[in-house]
C-alpha cells in the first residue's frame, strides 16, 4: 500500500497550485477518519485565507437544476470552453444517494467529455449520502480546497427549490438550470421558495420555440417580483452548441461584481454550522440558540479561520466537543 | 382441396448464418462454403470498427479488427467479400446500423463492378439506430442525423434499388437486453413510427404505401416459444392497424408483417453447453409453426454460443436444424394451425392491450428518439427482474439453477476449447493493406468526394446517398466517410439506463451482504466505491449494468460511464474517482488486447485498487490475465451476481486490512 501525505502536505501543494494533488486530497477529504484526526483541518489550514494571503483566487460556481435537464452534458461544453480559454478545472459532481440502500450510481462524468490525458481537468463523483440539500459532506470541504489550485471548481448538485440554498453556501456564483417548459422553477421563484439564483440557464434550445419561450416567461416572472438584473441565458450542449460563451460571460460579469471575501466568509460559517447540525443533531443547535444564533456568534470569530476550526468553537460553545 | 391440408407444400423460409471474421478474403471462403452447405441467403458480420466508423489503426479499434466480423474498409474489401458471388442472384442481408449508407454504398459500387446495377440487387442493411442506443451499441451520431441518414436510405432505395429492405426495425436486440414480450412489441413499433414520421418528410407523400411496406423487422424468439409465436401474430396485427390508421396504406400486400429472425441467445448457457441445442429448436418452432405468422428469413445460434465464436462445424449444425425442420418435418403441408385456438387469440389478445398501453407511454415521452433514455431504464429494469427471478430459482434454466450435476462434456474439451479463434495478426495485415490502398488511389479524387459529402451533410435537404456512393467509387475508406459525418454532426454518448433502474428488493442473503458493506465502508473510513469500466468498442452493455446496479443496491458507490471508453480514459476515471476497486466487463474479445492495458495504466497512475474481470473469457485466457494482474475473472457461469458481489467486498476488505474479524 503507498503510504498517503498528510493532509497539511497536500494543503501545501495545492497552495503551490499542484492540480495533480486532487484526487488524492479528495480522498482525504472524504475519509471520515481523517476529518475527525484533524487531518482535514490541517489541510483547509493550508489554504485558508490566513495561509493563501487572502481568499482562493477560483471562481467557485454552483451548478444545480432538477434531475436530467442537461446539467452535466452543458458542464462537458463549458469545461471544454474554459480549457480552451487556458483556465484549469474541478468539477464535484454530486449525486443522490438510494434511500434503501445507501448506494449511489454516479453517472455525471459520462457526459462531462473531457480528454483522459488533459492535466487541467478534474471530474469527482460524490454520493451526497444521508446529508439533505445536495451536499455531500465533503463538498464544502473541497471545494474550498481546491479552489487554491484551480482556477475554476465547480460543483453539479440536483434538485430545485432547496438544493441551492446550500450550493450557495460554497459558491460564488449559482446557475439553476431549467428545462424548457418545466413551470415548476416559475411557480418557485413567483412564491418565494426558491432564492433567485445568480444566473438562471434554460436548456435545450435546440428543441425550438419552447425553449425561446421559456426563456421569456422567466425573464417576466422575476420582473414580477421586482428583478431586472438577474441574467436568463438560453443554451444547447447538442450540436449545434448554443450560448455558451453567453452564459460564460454572465458567470464572469456574476464574479467581477461580487465582494468575494464576504461571500466566503458567509459561506464559510455556514459550513460550520451545516457540519456541526449534521454531526450533533437538532439538539445541539437548539443549545445554540438555532441557526441563526449560531451565525451570530461565529460572526465573532475571526475571519481568517477555516471551517473545521469554526466547528470546533461552536462544539465548544455547545459543550458537545 | 381440404380445409387442413395445403395444395402444395410451402417453399421454405430464407436460411443464412451470420458470419464473418478476419479478413473479406478467408469471410469471403467462408460464404462460399455455407452456400454449398445448402443455405440460400448471405448473412454479413461486421466487425466493430467497421460497425462503428473507424479504420483499422485507429485507437479504438485496437483488439478488434477481424475479430467478430470481417473488416470492410473500402469497395476493395467489399469485392473481395463479394467474390464469386453473384450479387444480382445474392440475398444479402447486413448487419450494420450507423454506417450503413456507407457499407450500402459499397455494396452497390461493387455490385457495378461485377455488371450488376443498382435496381436488381436484393437484400437488407439493418440501419436501425435506435435499438443501437437502446441495447446495441454500434451507434456513431446523435438521434437528430441518424435519423436523417436513415431517412435518406430508404428515401433513396425506394426508388433506385427497390428490391432492397432499407432497414430491419429489431426487436430481436431488445429482448437480448431483457425486454418483456410487450416491451419488444411496443419499443419496437415506437420505433418503427419514428422511422415512418422521419421519411415521410423526406419523399414523394405518393410513395409512403411503398415505403411502409419496405420496412421489415428482425425479431427474437425465446424458449417460451407459445407465447413468443403469439408475440408475432400480435407484432403482425398491430403493424397492419398502424399502417392503415396512421398512414394511409390501404393495398393488403403493403401491409404485411415481414420478418426475419435469430432466436434467443441471451437464455443460451455456458455450462452443459449442450442443452443450448434443445433451446435453439423449441425456438425456432416458435417462429415457424404459425403459417399467418411465419418468419421469411432464419439464422440460428450454435450451442457454443456463451463460450465464444462458432467454428464453421458449429453454424453448420445450427444449418441443419433449420433443414431438418424444414425439409424432413411436415410443416410446410398445412395451413395456419392456429387458427381458431383459444389460447393463441387469448394470448394475442393480451400482448396487443399491453403494447398498445406501453405505445402510448412512449408517446407520452415525445415519441421513440425522445424516449430513448426511458426505455433503456426500462429495459435496465426488466433485465434486473429477470436475474432476480433466476437467482431465487423462481426461473428455471436447466443445468444453471436447477440438475447442475453434469457429466464432462466432450463437446468443448478439445484443443480448440470448441470455439474459434481469430488470429491476433490479421489486425496488423489489416492495418498494412491499409496503407497499400491509401498509396495507390487517387487521392485528389478521394478529397474532391469528401468535400462533397461534407457539403452534403451540412444540407440537411440533401440526401446523402449518391455522395456516399461517389466516395465509395473513388476510394474513400470507412473511417474516412464516418469522420467526415463526425464534424459535421458531432458525437454521441447513450443513456446508461442505470441510474434510473428500480432499487431493488432485497432478499435475507441480500441483506447480509448489505450488512458487510455497511461494515467495510465504516473501516474504510469512506463507502467502498467502484468503477464499472468497458474498455474497447464492445457494446454489450448488460452485463456491466447488472453489477453496477446490484453494487449500488448493496449499498456502494459505483461509477458507470457507459460503454466504449479508451484504457486511458478509464484509468482517468479510477485515479480521479479515488476507486477501491476496478471492475471491467468485456465480451466481444478483445479483453487480452485491452485489459493488460488498463491495469498497467492503473499501475502507472499511482492506482493500487484491485481489478477483476468480468465477460466472455475463454478459460485458456484466465491464467495470462492474471499474470497480467487481474484479481478475479467472472463468465457467464458465475450467474450468482450475490456471490460476485460477495467476493468484491472480501477482495476490497483484504486489500485495505479490513477483512473480517482482522
Ligand atoms: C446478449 C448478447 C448480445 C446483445 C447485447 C445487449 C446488451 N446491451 O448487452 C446484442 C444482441 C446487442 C449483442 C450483439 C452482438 N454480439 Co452478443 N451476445 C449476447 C449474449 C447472448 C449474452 C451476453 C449477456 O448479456 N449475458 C447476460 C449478462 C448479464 O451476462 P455477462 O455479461 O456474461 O455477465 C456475467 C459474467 O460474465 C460476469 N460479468 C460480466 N461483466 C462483468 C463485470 C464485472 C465487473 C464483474 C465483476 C463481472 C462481470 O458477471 C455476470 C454474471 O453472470 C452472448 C452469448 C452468451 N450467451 O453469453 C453473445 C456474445 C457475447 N455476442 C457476441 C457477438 C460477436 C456480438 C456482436 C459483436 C456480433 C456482431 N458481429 O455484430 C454484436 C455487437 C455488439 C457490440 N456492439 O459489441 C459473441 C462474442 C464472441 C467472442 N467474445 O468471441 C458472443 C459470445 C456470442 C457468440 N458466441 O458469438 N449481443
Ligand atoms: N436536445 C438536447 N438534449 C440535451 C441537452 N443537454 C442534455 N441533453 C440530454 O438530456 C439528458 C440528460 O443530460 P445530463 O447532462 O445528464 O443532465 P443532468 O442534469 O446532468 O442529469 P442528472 O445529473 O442525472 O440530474 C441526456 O440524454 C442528454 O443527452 C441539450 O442541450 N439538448
Ligand atoms: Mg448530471
Known amino acids: 500500500m503507498t503510504l498517503t501525505p498528510s493532509g497539511a502536505e497536500l494543503g501545501r501543494r495545492l497552495r503551490e497550485g499542484d492540480v495533480g494533488a486532487a484526487p488524492t486530497v479528495l480522498n482525504l477529504v472524504e475519509s471520515r477518519p481523517a476529518r475527525e484526526s484533524g487531518e482535514v483541518q490541517a489541510l483547509l489550514h493550508e489554504v485558508a485565507p490566513g495561509a493563501l494571503g487572502g481568499e482562493a483566487p477560483a471562481h467557485v460556481i454552483g451548478i444545480t437544476g432538477p434531475p436530467g435537464v442537461g446539467k452535466s452534458s452543458l458542464l462537458g461544453e463549458l469545461v471544454g470552453a474554459w480549457r480552451a480559454d487556458g483556465r484549469s478545472v474541478a468539477v464535484l459532481a454530486v449525486d443522490p444517494s438510494s434511500k434503501r440502500s445507501g448506494g449511489a450510481l454516479l453517472g455525471d462524468r459520462a457526459r462531462i467529455a473531457s480528454d483522459p490525458a488533459d492535466r487541467g481537468t478534474f471530474i469527482r463523483s460524490t454520493a451526497a449520502g444521508e446529508r439533505l440539500g445536495g451536499l455531500a459532506p465533503a463538498t464544502r470541504a473541497a471545494a474550498q480546497a481546491l479552489s487554491a489550485a484551480f482556477d475554476v471548481v465547480v460543483v453539479e448538485t440536483v434538485g430545485v427549490g432547496q438544493s441551492e440554498t446550500e450550493v450557495a453556501e460554497v459558491a460564488d456564483t449559482v446557475a439553476v438550470v431549467v428545462q424548457p417548459g418545466s413551470g415548476d422553477v416559475l411557480q418557485f421563484l413567483k412564491s418565494g421558495i426558491m432564492e433567485i439564483p445568480d444566473v438562471l440557464v434554460v436548456t435545450k434550445v435546440d428543441l425550438g420555440t419552447v425553449a425561446q419561450r421559456a426563456r421569456r416567461d422567466l425573464v417576466a416572472a422575476l420582473r414580477s417580483i421586482g428583478d431586472n438584473a438577474t441574467p436568463v441565458v438560453a443554451v444547447s450542449s447538442v450540436a449545434p452548441v448554443q450560448g455558451i460563451d453567453d452564459l460564460i460571460a454572465a458567470l464572469d460579469a456574476h464574479r467581477a461584481e461580487l465582494d468575494v471575501g464576504a461571500r466566503r466568509l458567509d459561506a464559510r460559517r455556514a459550513g460550520a454550522v451545516a457540519d456541526f447540525h449534521a454531526e450533533h443533531g437538532d439538539r445541539a443547535l437548539r443549545a445554540l440558540g438555532g441557526r441563526r444564533a449560531a451565525l451570530k456568534a461565529l460572526g465573532e470569530a475571526d475571519p481568517a479561520l477555516e471551517v473545521p476550526a469554526l466547528t470546533r468553537a461552536l462544539e465548544e460553545r455547545a459543550g458537545v466537543a | 382441396m381440404s380445409d387442413h391440408r395445403l395444395a402444395e407444400r410451402d417453399r421454405p423460409w430464407m436460411m443464412r448464418t451470420y458470419a464473418g471474421h478476419s479478413t473479406a478474403r478467408k469471410s469471403n471462403e467462408l460464404y462460399r462454403g455455407n452456400l454449398a452447405k445448402g443455405q440460400t441467403g448471405l448473412s454479413v458480420a461486421f466487425d466493430l470498427p467497421t460497425q462503428t466508423g473507424y479504420d483499422a489503426g485507429h485507437e479504438l479499434a485496437r483488439g478488434e479488427v477481424g475479430k467478430v466480423g470481417v473488416p470492410i474498409a473500402h469497395r476493395g474489401d467489399m469485392a473481395a467479400l463479394m467474390d464469386g458471388i453473384p450479387l444480382g442472384e445474392m440475398n444479402t442481408s447486413m448487419t450494420i446500423n450507423a454506417t450503413a449508407a456507407w457499407l450500402l454504398g459499397l455494396y452497390i459500387v461493387a455490385a457495378e463492378e461485377q455488371g450488376v446495377e443498382a435496381r436488381a440487387l436484393q437484400g437488407t442493411t439493418q440501419n436501425d439506430i435506435i435499438k443501437e442506443f437502446l441495447a446495441r451499441g454500434t451507434y456513431a451520431f446523435p438521434p437528430g442525423p441518424s435519423m436523417r441518414l436513415i431517412a435518406d436510405t430508404v428515401a433513396y432505395t425506394v426508388t433506385e434499388v427497390p428490391k432492397w429492405n432499407p432497414i430491419n426495425i429489431c426487436s430481436y436486440h431488445l429482448q437480448e437486453a431483457g425486454a418483456t414480450p410487450v416491451q419488444e412489441i411496443a419499443y419496437a413499433l415506437s420505433n418503427a413510427i419514428a422511422v415512418l414520421d422521419a421519411t415521410r418528410q423526406r419523399v414523394d407523400p405518393e410513395l409512403m404505401g411503398q415505403v411502409f411496406a419496405r420496412l421489415s423487422f428482425f425479431v427474437n424468439a425465446g424458449v417460451r416459444f407459445v407465447e413468443e409465436h403469439a408475440k408475432l401474430r400480435a407484432m403482425g396485427e398491430l403493424w397492419e392497424q398502424i399502417g392503415r390508421e396512421r398512414y394511409g396504406v390501404a393495398d393488403p400486400k403493403h401491409l404485411r408483417f415481414r420478418y426475419g429472425v435469430q432466436v434467443n441467445s441471451l437464455g443460451l448457457t455456458e455450462s452443459q453447453p449442450e442443452n443450448n441445442v434443445q433451446r435453439i429448436v423449441l425456438e425456432a418452432l416458435g417462429v415457424t409453426l404459425g403459417r399467418n405468422a411465419r418468419a421469411r428469413a432464419i439464422q440460428l445460434p450454435a450451442w457454443n454460443e456463451a463460450l465464444g465464436l462458432p467454428r464453421p462445424w458449429d453454424q453448420q449444425w445450427s444449418?441443419?436444424?433449420?433443414?431438418?425442420?424444414?425439409?424432413?418435418?411436415?410443416?410446410?403441408?398445412?395451413?395456419?394451425?392456429?387458427?381458431?385456438?383459444?389460447?393463441?387469440?387469448?394470448?394475442?389478445?393480451?400482448?396487443?392491450?399491453?403494447?398498445?398501453?406501453?405505445?402510448?407511454?412512449?408517446?407520452?415521452?415525445?415519441?421513440?428518439?425522445?424516449?430513448?433514455?426511458?426505455?433503456?431504464?426500462?429495459?435496465?429494469?426488466?433485465?434486473?427482474?429477470?436475474?432476480?427471478?433466476?437467482?431465487?430459482?423462481?426461473?428455471?434454466?436447466?443445468?444453471?439453477?436447477?440438475?447442475?450435476?453434469?457429466?464432462?462434456?466432450?463437446?468443448?474439451?478439445?484443443?480448440?476449447?470448441?470455439?474459434?479463434?481469430?488470429?491476433?495478426?490479421?489486425?496488423?495485415?489489416?492495418?498494412?493493406?491499409?496503407?497499400?490502398?491509401?498509396?495507390?488511389?487517387?487521392?485528389?479524387?478521394?478529397?474532391?468526394?469528401?468535400?462533397?459529402?461534407?457539403?452534403?451533410?451540412?444540407?440537411?435537404?440533401?440526401?446523402?446517398?449518391?455522395?456516399?456512393?461517389?466516395?465509395?467509387?473513388?476510394?474513400?475508406?470507412?473511417?474516412?466517410?464516418?469522420?467526415?459525418?463526425?464534424?459535421?454532426?458531432?458525437?454521441?454518448?447513450?443513456?446508461?439506463?442505470?441510474?434510473?433502474?428500480?432499487?431493488?428488493?432485497?432478499?435475507?442473503?441480500?441483506?447480509?451482504?448489505?450488512?458487510?458493506?455497511?461494515?467495510?465502508?465504516?473501516?474504510?473510513?469512506?463507502?467502498?466505491?467502484?468503477?464499472?469500466?468497458?474498455?474497447?468498442?464492445?457494446?454489450?452493455?448488460?452485463?456491466?449494468?447488472?453489477?453496477?446496479?446490484?453494487?449500488?443496491?448493496?449499498?456502494?458507490?459505483?461509477?458507470?460511464?457507459?460503454?466504449?471508453?479508451?484504457?486511458?480514459?478509464?484509468?482517468?476515471?479510477?485515479?480521479?474517482?479515488?476507486?477501491?476497486?476496478?471492475?471491467?466487463?468485456?465480451?466481444?474479445?478483445?479483453?487480452?488486447?485491452?485489459?493488460?492495458?488498463?491495469?498497467?495504466?492503473?499501475?502507472?497512475?499511482?492506482?493500487?485498487?484491485?481489478?477483476?474481470?468480468?465477460?466472455?473469457?475463454?478459460?485458456?485466457?484466465?491464467?495470462?490475465?492474471?499474470?497480467?494482474?487481474?484479481?478475479?475473472?467472472?463468465?457467464?457461469?458465475?450467474?450468482?451476481?450475490?456471490?460476485?458481489?460477495?467476493?468484491?467486498?472480501?477482495?476490497?476488505?483484504?486489500?485495505?486490512?479490513?477483512?473480517?474479524?482482522?
Open chain 2, 319 to 662: 444449418l441443419r436444424i433449420q433443414q431438418v425442420l424444414a425439409y424432413e418435418t411436415d410443416l410446410l403441408e398445412y395451413p395456419d394451425i392456429f387458427e381458431g385456438s383459444k389460447v393463441m387469440d387469448g394470448l394475442v389478445a393480451e400482448l396487443v392491450e399491453g403494447a398498445r398501453a406501453e405505445m402510448a407511454v412512449v408517446e407520452e415521452h415525445g415519441g421513440a428518439v425522445e424516449a430513448v433514455p426511458y426505455m433503456k431504464a426500462a429495459l435496465v429494469d426488466s433485465h434486473r427482474e429477470r436475474r432476480n427471478r433466476i437467482e431465487a430459482g423462481e426461473q428455471v434454466v436447466v443445468g444453471i439453477n436447477r440438475y447442475a450435476e453434469s457429466e464432462p462434456s466432450p463437446l468443448s474439451t478439445g484443443e480448440d476449447g470448441g470455439i474459434l479463434v481469430v488470429d491476433p495478426g490479421v489486425e496488423a495485415e489489416q492495418v498494412e493493406a491499409l496503407e497499400r490502398w491509401r498509396a495507390q488511389r487517387d487521392a485528389d479524387a478521394v478529397e474532391r468526394a469528401l468535400d462533397e459529402l461534407r457539403r452534403v451533410a451540412a444540407d440537411d435537404a440533401k440526401n446523402i446517398l449518391p455522395a456516399t456512393i461517389e466516395a465509395a467509387r473513388a476510394g474513400a475508406t470507412t473511417g474516412e466517410w464516418a469522420h467526415a459525418l463526425r464534424e459535421a454532426f458531432g458525437e454521441y454518448r447513450a443513456p446508461t439506463g442505470v441510474g434510473e433502474a428500480a432499487a431493488g428488493v432485497p432478499s435475507c442473503e441480500q441483506d447480509a451482504l448489505r450488512d458487510e458493506v455497511e461494515r467495510v465502508s465504516e473501516a474504510l473510513g469512506r463507502r467502498v466505491k467502484l468503477l464499472v469500466g468497458k474498455p474497447g468498442l464492445d457494446g454489450h452493455s448488460n452485463g456491466a449494468e447488472q453489477i453496477a446496479v446490484r453494487a449500488r443496491d448493496l449499498g456502494m458507490d459505483v461509477v458507470y460511464e457507459g460503454i466504449r471508453l479508451t484504457p486511458s480514459q478509464i484509468v482517468t476515471s479510477a485515479l480521479q474517482e479515488g476507486v477501491h476497486v476496478v471492475g471491467l466487463s468485456i465480451l466481444s474479445g478483445s479483453h487480452l488486447e485491452l485489459i493488460p492495458d488498463v491495469v498497467a495504466g492503473l499501475r502507472d497512475a499511482g492506482v493500487d485498487a484491485p481489478v477483476v474481470v468480468g465477460g466472455i473469457i475463454p478459460q485458456a485466457d484466465v491464467e495470462p490475465l492474471r499474470e497480467a494482474g487481474v484479481a478475479a475473472v467472472y463468465t457467464p457461469k458465475d450467474f450468482d451476481l450475490g456471490r460476485i458481489m460477495g467476493d468484491i467486498v472480501a477482495l476490497v476488505a483484504q486489500r485495505n486490512g479490513a477483512a473480517a474479524g482482522a
